[in-house]
Every structure is written in structure tokens, then in C-alpha cells.
């Protein structure tokens, strides 16, 4: 099953390389070809990346250069849900590093660790653009806000919940 | 109703009544019929406008003319000049066309509002983003067919230099400079990039303009192509933005549709596209020299000036950089002119200016007001003050690269100058309350960690000496400080600011620097006493519970360690060593039996 999987997302890779090769300067699209790839897999797994250094004719390192100057890129495989919590000025005002802090205990894990159950990633994010309803944090794209500890560990176990009843 | 060109808007109000507007609906009538133009307009009937004192009241439309106390023998003048030649008749327009009235004419009564001017903003929450005929109705494009048909380039170049505009993305260089110096570059291409990258963690401007009205972005954009001799447009937008993203790819796709970007754009020998590239989470992309490494595939690391980018930017051409906001006011200036807008803000800074108000203040949001307003009518006025009875403590502008005023300050008109006077910058536009409860040795301590791991690495004195600037704020917070802490951070900070590379480090200290400057009896007691006023600083600070304690057991309920004890009905007791200081039990106690020590 997974390999089919795997096969779809590598022939989609593909395709949008070869989309961006028709570009002029097609050597500038590596970004969004990294883009492209954590799209995809959620990461940047290694041996995409020497997919696409071979595909695109960009030596490995540079490439590995490029997605590890940018935060925005995994470069560990990352849980099912990703929490990211606000770090913006305003969320700091109104306290997102007790936020920050009740997190970290309640998942065990620091920012850029996934748990062991593979349920969460937590990552620090730099305003969402909510500052109205700080402090915020976002799981898989969707905001919550105005949160305070007791909150923010009521939405933790509501999603985790939702991952039991899945697998029941 | 395809030929119709022009719409008609005729009160019939009890007032307006009064004051004829029915005859006057015959007097068009007839005169359009005499010039033989019957067929080009069309007459509506509205409710009543509400200026009643000024009927009868006749509007016309596209354009939103509003001619007040028509009567019957100005009609073949209204005809004649406004309907056949398209020139309004000046001496009976009540209400001047300008693009932000609409706004204003919709949301003018509420006081959020009332002081704003919203000229970039003006058609966020007037239209449907979405839909591009919206845009149109709005006079969408209009700019660009008058600059593309009535305009030369150079004529375009002059009319952005008399407005006086000044790049909205921080330094608030002068755009009409910045557009002819890459006009005058010879160069068989040039591109113009917008910068929509914002930085700044704790704001959203940027966003919300493109969010809110996308159009009047590219729009100004594909002005900018022509002003210049570029065929090419970029905009450069942060990937934690998808519905901006969105909403431009859809905008751009809208616009090629109607022949406003491509070939031939208009019929005219002008072509133009624009395509969408996304940043990957570094705040230094903002700098321009670095955001064009990255638009080149590179790690974006900025580069030292001269050359700029008009010289030699994206690709080695010519390029032209701006911000959302300053191409937003683009078409503004097109269609209203330079001199209008120049004829709001104050001597050296002209137009409105967004912010992102935030932080401890009543009402958070998207602020738009013309510059020379003061920071009091915003905090105040707009911003309605500090929530919760809390004692207002400074103002943050400019984020990362910004500054703190405090209460003295805050009469400071908003200008570029002015706040640089002051000991803090426009910056992009990020606008934070800060209240008392906030310890700003601790806020320092937040710019300088996120310079610190944004700095690129190039240069030295950003790399290592804001790692440094770190080191001793963290142990000042952390009640470690030493004599003589302030004053290396100081030395240190004027240092960084002389040597670094680009803006980041250049301007890097600065939180630091302003809360020393406004704020060092703060600093003061964090190393002598030990003590954070502002009771943030965790490593400064127990939890105690005194003696109004009922023994509710709120708190222990709520505390995330397990710290407190104590049986029902009884006096409780918070473990020190168990205790992270998360302060909720402090904030669930509803007898105010905990004191923070
Ligand atoms: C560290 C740093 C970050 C910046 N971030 C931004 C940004 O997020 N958005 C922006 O428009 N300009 C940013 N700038 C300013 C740009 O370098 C450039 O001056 C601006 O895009 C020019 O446009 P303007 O003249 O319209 O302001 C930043 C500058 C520095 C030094
Ligand atoms: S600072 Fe957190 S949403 Fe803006």
C-alpha cells in the first residue's frame, strides 16, 4: 500500500520538476521544488533530496544548504498533528510562553520533537496574524485562540481522543 | 443594457422630494433625450443618502460623482459636460471622488473607524476579494488603462515623486526616487518584485491588504512594470500565508483573463506578467538583497550595498522592490494624483500608514490613519485604551528592529522622523501595547533571542554580538545580572549597530538600546535587588498563599505540577520546588489569596 502511495507522490514530484524545467533560470525554483516536497511527505527525506539534486542538476549540498537556512522546512519526519505555538510579540505580551511552557510538559517533548506516539509535533510559530485573540496556536491550520493552560491541554486531549477513536 | 455608460442616482428622500428631485428627474430626462444619449444612461431611484440638507442629491456613477442642490437649470451642464465629455461639473460636486470615500461612506460611523483614513485598505471588507467584477465596480484597473493610454513612463515616475510616498516596508526611502533610478537603467530586462514577506512577529498588515483586496496590489504592480520598463513582476510572499496565496494566484489568473497582465495588455504594445514565489520562514528574506537570493534559489544572504537593486538586483538586472503597502497606494495616486495625496500627513511623510494594533488595548486590529497622527489617538481613540484597568507602560514600533516609548511619548506624531526622534522606528507597521504587567528587560530579552536566531551568520558583529546581547539578558532575567551589565550592553549594542552587514544586525539592538535608554530603572533592580516590578520574571518571583485563602482548591486543581497542597476548606500551600511559576493559580484565585513575591 505504501509503496503505491510513495509512487504517486514521487511521479507528482516529478511532474512539477518537469513543469518547472520549461522556465527560464529553472535552477530558481529549487525552493519551491523543496516546497513541493514537504507538500508531499510532510519532510524533506533524504533520499528525495538526492532525487531531486540528480533531477535537477544541483549539486546535494547546495541543496542541503538551501533547506536548512529556511525554517519553514522539516527535516525529520514529523507527527500526525502539528501544534505550532505563537512566539509573535503581541502572544508574547499576553503570556504564550506559559502557553509554550504547559505544552512542553504536557506533550514531554521541545519544540521541533515529534512524540514518541507520533501524535504531535510541536513548533514555535512567529504570529499568525491572530494577534486580536493572542495568544494563539495553530494545529494543522486551524487557530485557537485566547487560550490559557487549562484550555490549551482541553484541545491537546481533544485531538487526542479523536486519534483513539480512529483507531478503534 | 450592455451600452449603458452611465448611471444615474436619484435621491427621492422626503427632503430631496421637497426640494424637487422629481422635477429634476424630468429635466434629465428630456436634455438626455435632446443630446441623444438617452440610451447611454440609465436613472435609479435611492433611499435617502442622508444629506439631506444638501438635496436634491444627484450621483453618478461609475466615478461616484455626488452633485447636492441641483436644480433643473444645471442639467444641461451636467449633461453636456459630465455625461457627453466626461468632465464633472465642479461647481456643484458636494462630496469630491476619492477612492477611500466609499469606505468611509460605509463604515464612517463607527467610531473604530471614524478616525482612520483607509486609502490602502479602502476596499478590504468593501469587496469580494475573490471576484475581480467587484474590483472593477470600484474603479478596479482604471488606473492602468489611464497610465497605459494617457501616460508615459516618465510622466508615471513624476506623478509617484509629487506624491511623496515613502517605501511602507520600514526604511521609508522615497518612492518616486527609488522608480526613477530604475527607469533610468539601461538593461534588456528588469524586474519588479513586491515585497510581501513581512517579517515583523507581530504583525499583519501585508497579509490583510492582500488577503482583503488583491487586485489593487497587482494593479500597482503592473504600473510600476511600465513605469520602469519591466516585463516581469514577482511577488514574494511567505508560505504561512495560504489564503494570501490563494486569493493572489486567483487574482492573477482574473486578471490575465481580463488582458490586464500578458501580451498586449489592453491593446496596447505593453506586456507584463507577474508570478507568485514563496519565502520558507527567514526573517532576513525581507532585506531586499537577501530576498532576491532567495527568489534565485539561494539560502538568502543579504549582500552589501551598492549596488542596489535598481542598479544590479534579481538576476544581475535592474529590479525594482517594494512593499504591499506601497504598491497599494499606487493606483491611488494614479487616479486621485500625486498632489492629493501628498496633501495628507505631515511635512516629510505623506499618505496613511497601516498598523497592526496589538498587545494590551481594547480594540486589536488593522489601523489605518493619515500621517501625523499620535500615538495617543491611536492607543486611546482607536485603540481604546488599556483592558482591565491596567496602567498603560509603552508603545512598541518596529519590532524586531524597533523601540519602546513610553507614557512621555505618546503625543509623538506618527512620521518617519518624528519616531526616529523619539528612539524608535515606523518600521513595517507592528504596533504593541504594552501595559504594566509586561517587564521589558524581559521584552528586550524577546527581540534579541529572535534577531539572534535569525541572523543569517554572514557578519560577525550580528552573528556574535547579538549571541552575546542574549547571553547577558538571560542572565539579568534569570537574577544573575552584574554591575556593569547595562553598560556592556550598550557598548555592545552601539557596536553591532555601527558594523553589521545589513538592517538586521544595523538595527538589532535597538529594543535593547530603548528600553535601557526609557526604561534602566527596570534593569536596575532586576541586578541590584533582584526584583521584576512587572512580576514576569520567573526566576525573580514566588508564589505564596496568604491568609484570605478559603480553601476553595482552585488552585490546586488547576496547577499543571501538582505544587499545591492543602485539604478543603483549608489554608493551602504552594510547593517553591514544584512550582514553574505559571502564575495560573495566581490568576484562578478568586480571593486574591496568592501574592506574587
Ligand atoms: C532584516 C530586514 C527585514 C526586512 N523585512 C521586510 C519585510 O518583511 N517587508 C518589507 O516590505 N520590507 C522589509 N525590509 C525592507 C526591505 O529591505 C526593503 O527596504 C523594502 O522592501 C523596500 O520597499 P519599500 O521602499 O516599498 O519599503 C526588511 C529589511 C531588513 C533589513
Ligand atoms: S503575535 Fe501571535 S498571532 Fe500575531
Known amino acids: 500500500m505504501t509503496q503505491i502511495v510513495n509512487e504517486d507522490k514521487k511521479n507528482e514530484l516529478y511532474a512539477f520538476m518537469d513543469e518547472v524545467s520549461q522556465e527560464r533560470r529553472s535552477n530558481s525554483y529549487l525552493i519551491a521544488v523543496l516546497h513541493k516536497v514537504q507538500q508531499l511527505y510532510g519532510y524533506l527525506p533524504q533520499e528525495v533530496m538526492d532525487q531531486v539534486a540528480e533531477k535537477m542538476e544541483i549539486p546535494t549540498s547546495h541543496i542541503w544548504g538551501v533547506a536548512t537556512f529556511y525554517h519553514y522546512f522539516n527535516l525529520k519526519p514529523i507527527g500526525k498533528n502539528i501544534v505550532s505555538v505563537c512566539m509573535g510579540t503581541a502572544c508574547y505580551v499576553k503570556g504564550a510562553d506559559k502557553m509554550l511552557l504547559t505544552l512542553k510538559k504536557e506533550l514531554g517533548i521541545e519544540i521541533g520533537e515529534t512524540t514518541e506516539d507520533k501524535l504531535f509535533t510541536l513548533q514555535e510559530a512567529r504570529c499568525l496574524g491572530a494577534c486580536g485573540i493572542a495568544p494563539v496556536m495553530m494545529i494543522n491550520g486551524k487557530i485557537y485562540g485566547e487560550l490559557d493552560s487549562k484550555k490549551t491541554v482541553d484541545i491537546i486531549n481533544q485531538y487526542r481522543k479523536a486519534a483513539q477513536t480512529d483507531i478503534e | ?597
Open chain 2, 1 to 597: 443594457m450592455e451600452d449603458v455608460q452611465y448611471k444615474m442616482m436619484l435621491c427621492d428622500g422626503v427632503s430631496c422630494i421637497h426640494n424637487q428631485s422629481k422635477e429634476l428627474q424630468s429635466a434629465i430626462e428630456s436634455e438626455l433625450d435632446k443630446s441623444g444619449i438617452r440610451d447611454a444612461v440609465s436613472i435609479h431611484l435611492s433611499g435617502c443618502l442622508g444629506m439631506c440638507n444638501k438635496g436634491p442629491i444627484l450621483i453618478v456613477n461609475p466615478g461616484y460623482t455626488i452633485y447636492g442642490g441641483v436644480g433643473s437649470e444645471d442639467v444641461p451642464e451636467i449633461v453636456q459636460s459630465h455625461l457627453v465629455e466626461g468632465k464633472p461639473v465642479a461647481r456643484l460636486v458636494i462630496e469630491e471622488d476619492h477612492l477611500y470615500n466609499r469606505f468611509f461612506r460605509i463604515f464612517g460611523d463607527v467610531d473604530f473607524f471614524g478616525k482612520q483614513m483607509r486609502i490602502t485598505l479602502r476596499n478590504c471588507g468593501v469587496i469580494d476579494p475573490e471576484n475581480i467584477d467587484d474590483y472593477l465596480s470600484v474603479r478596479g484597473y482604471e488606473a492602468l488603462a489611464k497610465v497605459l493610454c494617457d501616460m508615459t513612463p516618465e510622466q508615471v515616475v513624476a506623478e509617484v515623486k509629487k506624491s511623496g510616498l515613502r517605501g511602507r516596508g520600514g526604511a521609508g526611502f522615497p518612492t518616486g526616487l527609488k522608480w526613477g533610478f530604475t527607469a533610468a537603467q539601461k538593461a534588456d530586462e528588469k524586474y519588479v518584485i513586491c515585497n510581501a514577506d513581512e517579517g515583523d512577529p507581530g504583525a499583519f498588515m501585508d497579509r490583510s491588504a492582500i488577503e482583503g483586496d488583491p487586485h489593487t496590489v497587482i494593479e500597482g504592480i503592473i504600473i510600476g512594470g511600465y513605469a520602469v520598463g519591466a516585463t516581469k513582476g514577482i511577488v514574494y510572499i511567505r508560505a504561512e500565508y495560504p489564503l494570501a496565496i490563494k486569493r493572489l494566484e486567483k487574482a492573477i489568473e482574473d486578471a490575465r483573463e481580463h488582458g490586464f497582465l500578458g501580451k498586449d495588455i489592453l491593446g496596447t504594445d505593453f506586456s507584463f506578467d507577474v508570478e507568485i514565489r514563496l519565502g520558507a520562514g527567514a526573517f532576513v528574506c525581507g532585506e531586499e538583497t537577501a530576498l532576491i537570493h532567495s527568489i534565485e534559489g539561494a539560502r538568502g544572504m543579504p549582500r552589501p550595498r551598492p549596488p542596489y537593486p535598481s542598479v544590479s538586483g534579481l538576476f544581475g538586472k535592474p529590479t525594482l522592490i517594494n512593499n504591499v503597502e506601497t504598491w497599494a497606494n499606487i493606483p491611488v495616486i494614479i487616479l486621485d494624483g500625486g498632489e492629493w495625496l501628498s496633501s495628507i500627513g505631515t511635512e516629510t511623510s505623506k499618505g496613511t500608514k497601516v498598523f497592526a494594533l496589538a498587545g494590551k488595548v481594547h480594540n486589536t486590529g488593522l489601523v489605518e490613519v493619515p500621517m501625523g497622527t499620535t500615538l495617543r489617538e491611536i492607543v486611546y481613540d482607536i485603540g481604546g485604551g488599556i483592558p482591565n484597568g491596567k496602567k498603560f507602560k509603552a508603545v512598541q514600533t518596529g519590532g524586531p528592529s524597533g523601540g519602546c516609548l513610553p507614557e512621555e511619548y505618546l503625543d509623538t506624531q506618527i512620521d518617519y522622523e518624528s519616531l526616529a526622534k523619539a528612539g524608535s522606528i515606523m518600521g513595517s507597521g507592528g504596533m504593541i501595547v504594552i501595559d504594566e504587567e509586561s517587564c521589558m528587560v524581559s521584552l528586550a530579552r524577546f527581540f534579541i533571542e529572535f534577531t539572534q536566531d535569525e541572523s543569517c551568520g554572514k557578519c560577525t558583529p550580528c552573528r556574535e554580538g547579538t549571541k552575546r546581547m542574549l547571553e547577558i539578558l538571560t542572565r539579568i532575567v534569570e537574577g544573575k545580572g552584574k554591575a556593569g551589565d547595562i553598560e556592556k550592553l550598550e557598548r555592545l549594542g552601539s557596536m553591532i549597530k555601527k558594523s553589521s552587514l545589513c538592517g538586521l544586525g544595523q538595527s538589532a539592538p535597538n529594543p535593547v538600546l530603548s528600553t535601557i535608554k526609557n526604561f534602566r530603572e527596570e534593569y536596575e533592580e532586576h541586578i541590584e535587588q533582584k526584583k521584576c516590578r512587572a512580576g514576569q520574571c520567573v526566576a525573580l518571583l514566588s508564589y505564596v498563599v496568604n491568609d484570605e485563602c478559603v480553601g476553595c482548591g482552585a488552585c490546586k486543581r488547576i496547577c499543571p505540577t501538582g505544587a499545591i497542597e492543602g485539604t478543603r476548606k483549608e489554608k493551602h500551600l504552594i510547593l517553591d520546588e514544584k512550582c514553574i511559576r505559571c502564575g495560573q493559580c495566581y490568576d484562578v484565585c478568586k480571593f486574591e489569596a496568592i501574592n506574587k513575591v
